[in-house]
């Protein structure tokens, strides 16, 4: 029904289908709202239960989309405009993992494969969370099969119902295929239920066990950000301090972001739900848009430059050219340190209501956002100095430090909450 037509979030590993279906409906919120795209959510997500299943929002698909929103109630979107736009509407959901197997048979009857296929299927009254139809394939008869919940009706489960409903034909299964990915979770489950393995902890498996420490090991290691210190630690112009606080200030976000995630959902902080979501919200944004200025204030800083180094430019022209570059590079710092006395705001907010064991991060939080706009404040004041136009250079110098004496006050207040709830 769209150019993105659906986006299912699947709970793989150390996420609950609860998470998975906050989250979608957090994207579905934005993608309607800033994208201006119709969402519907389905399976997991949904908001009607005639919504549940994805075949009955596509039914009729674009075409018949187009025709009937904003007309008939039932094509109303869960979020977006309920106009017919011509990139269509996006589904949005949260659904269990779906496995696609297939089980080959000895015989070149597809009849017979789709008689095993009723009989197993859910829509005839067969297993629960199977789909199913008879091919022909390359000879072969198939069954070809959906598994839409594992855990509930695992590959074992099914593997014997095909078994046995051969038999009943005369039939042998020869070969079963499996179609792309599939949780590991699956294959274990199927080899304790063979091999009759009662108790069996996941952690016997000795590549799960030396996996489990590896990653205990590696992992916040893997994700420290080593060749973009590196990359401010060359003996080069970019990435330079814009950058630096560009990147601090995205720090704060994340740090307010995660006191805010474990806040919302806590049952301790049920009054506070609604604002720690928002809060949620607001810091991914703002986490997202000083990550993107980080690229963009040394690529503002690189075209100025070229232009100083452009030897072609006739003077006039030259002079033009590096006011507008310079105007670029010194808006990008400005604008970094007005999303970080967001992030201030945001910081003390989650701090003053958030979980109370994460005041201090909320606080470290607002002090990265301070730390970037002093940063940027010296950016934004290098940058006033080179311009021609006194009127915008003035006006830089005075927003930045009225920028930087909003932020002092906040973080102010910050550490005293942070201090009251932190018992210190």
């Known amino acids: 029904i769209g150019a993105t037509d659906v986006v299912p979030f699947i709970p793989v590993s150390g996420f609950s289908m609860s998470d998975c279906v906050d989250l979608a409906h957090r994207v579905g919120k934005r993608v309607g709202q800033e994208l201006d795209i119709a969402v519907y959510m389905y399976a997991h997500a949904a908001t009607r239960p005639e919504r549940e299943k994805l075949s009955t929002i596509r039914k009729g698909e674009y075409e018949a989309w187009r025709q009937e929103i904003g007309h008939d109630p039932r094509r109303e979107p869960d979020y977006g405009p309920a106009e017919p736009h011509p990139w269509g509407a996006t589904v949005i959901g949260a659904r269990p993992f779906l496995i696609a197997y297939n089980i080959y048979l000895d015989s070149d009857d597809v009849e017979q494969a789709n008689q095993i296929a009723r009989a197993v299927r859910a829509s005839s009254g067969g297993l629960q969370n199977v789909q199913a139809l008879g091919f022909l394939v390359e000879g072969r008869a198939q069954v070809s099969m959906n598994f839409l919940n594992f855990a509930r009706t695992p590959i074992h489960r099914v593997q014997e119902m095909v078994r046995r409903e051969a038999e009943q034909l005369g039939l042998k299964i020869t070969h079963a295929e499996l179609v792309g ?41 893997s994700k420290l950000p080593d060749e973009f210190l590196a990359a401010v630690a060359a003996p080069t112009s970019t990435p330079g301090g814009g950058s630096v606080a560009a990147l601090a200030a995205a720090l704060g976000a994340a740090l307010v972001q995660m006191v805010a995630g474990l806040t ?58 590096i006011e507008a570059a310079t105007v670029t590079t010194g808006e990008v710092p400005l604008h970094v340190a007005r999303l970080s006395k967001e992030v201030a705001l945001l910081a003390l907010e989650i701090a003053r209501v958030g979980n109370v064991n994460a005041a201090t991060d909320a606080a470290a939080g607002g002090v990265m956002a301070r730390a970037a706009v002093q940063i940027a404040e010296l950016n934004v004041k290098v940058n006033a100095a080179g311009l021609d136009d006194n009127s915008r250079a003035e006006q830089w110098r005075q927003e930045a430090a009225d920028l930087h004496e909003d932020v002092d006050a906040l973080i102010q207040q910050l550490n005293l909450v942070a201090a009251e709830r932190g018992g210190y």
Not at 213 to 219: G, I, L, S, T
Not at 285 to 295: F, P
């Open 181 to 221: 990915l599939a949780p590991q979770q699956a294959f274990l489950d199927a080899a304790q239920w063979y091999l009759q393995l009662r108790d069996m902890a996941g952690d016997q498996l000795l590549e799960y066990r030396m996996a489990a420490v590896e990653d205990a090991d590696v992992r916040l290691e």
């Open 264 to 321: 919302a959902g806590r049952k301790k902080y049920v009054d506070v739900d609604e604002k720690a979501r928002g809060i949620l919200d607001n810091a991914q944004r703002l986490r997202y848009e000083l990550t993107s200025a980080i690229a963009r204030d040394a690529a503002a800083f690189e075209a100025l430059l070229q232009v100083f180094r452009d030897k072609e430019l006739a003077q006039e022209e030259r002079k033009k050219a």
